[in-house]
């Protein structure tokens, strides 16, 4: 487990929003709500997994978690943020790959994530994956 204070904190970027953050680097599984791997990014309703195992629901379009963040917040939650990501539904700027400790398994069971590069231009997803974000999983 990692830990999020003040070194973690002051090694990364300050600008880099803390749920975004967490999004990323913590250890999540993004899967369909049966439990199965994501073939299909038109459906919006996804689980998110998380390290801990609690399993919560995300609607990536509406935009809603039914973890207690999310709940209390009603904030977009790193749950929402990542199955975006993760989904590919929300690009992933290639500044952030570079500062932030991706997680490993970011794009297993899911149809990928989308990155930006610095010129604008969008990584495809296998470079993505022989870089930074998956090792042996990626499609
Ligand atoms: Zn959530």
Redesign the pocket.
């Known amino acids: 487990m990692r830990q999020t204070g003040p070194e973690k904190h002051d090694r990364n970027h300050h600008c880099i929003e803390p749920r975004t953050q967490r999004a990323l680097t913590e250890v999540m599984t993004v899967v369909s709500t049966n439990g199965t791997p994501i073939t299909d990014s038109d459906t919006p309703i996804v689980s998110?997994i998380s390290a801990s195992g609690s399993s919560?629901t995300?609607d990536t379009d509406a935009l809603w978690?039914?973890?207690p963040?999310?709940e209390r917040s009603h904030q977009i939650?790193?749950?929402?943020r990542r199955a975006r990501f993760a989904l590919g539904v929300d690009a992933i700027d290639a500044e952030l790959l570079q500062k932030l400790e991706i997680d490993d398994d970011f794009g297993v069971h899911c149809p990928g994530p989308i990155v930006v590069a610095y010129d604008g231009g969008v990584i495809d997803n296998e470079t993505v994956c022989r870089q930074a974000v998956t090792r042996t999983h990626c499609r």
């Open positions: 998110v919560y995300v978690c039914t973890c963040d999310y939650c790193k749950h929402i």
